[in-house]
Nanobody
Framework: QLQLVESGGGLVQSGGSLRLSCSAS????????IGWFRQAPGKEREWVSC????????KYADSVKGRFTISRDNAKNTVYLQMSSLKPEDTAVYYC???????????????????WGQGTLVTVSS
């Protein structure tokens, strides 16, 4: 079964950039769509972005649109979240999750994500 590991989190000042990685173990990564989520202390989990399997369609939450870019490299079994112009409100634990639903992100942004990573902490200071 697919396993996901997030990396790339850390401390960054406002206006800075970070690139998060979601690395998958297994031989079926190509067929999985990936979503990025985040959860700040005391707040509910928030959907951030997603990328579909197949054509690799992408979607973004309004809060990050224009600042974040999601991409995937199937040869490396990795999905990236490039984060720029970071703000203190971006501080959260970031999670990636996967689904084999072919329509996730290509057709809709909501769905059941069956595999989750452990999360990586992003802290943006002012």
């Amino acid at each position: 079964q697919l396993q996901l590991v997030e990396s790339g989190g850390g401390l960054v000042q406002s206006g800075g950039s970070l690139r998060l990685s979601c690395s998958a173990s297994g031989n079926t990564f190509y067929y999985y769509a990936i979503g990025w989520f985040r959860q700040a202390p005391g707040k509910e989990r928030e959907w951030v972005s997603c990328i579909s399997s197949g054509e690799g369609s992408t979607k973004y939450a309004d809060s990050v649109k224009g600042r974040f870019t999601i991409s995937r490299d199937n040869a490396k079994n990795t999905v990236y979240l490039q984060m720029s112009s970071l703000k203190p409100e971006d501080t959260a634990v970031y999670y990636c999750a996967a689904t084999v639903d072919d329509f996730y992100c290509s057709g809709y942004a909501n769905g059941y994500l069956e595999v989750w990573g452990q999360g990586t902490l992003v802290t943006v200071s002012s």
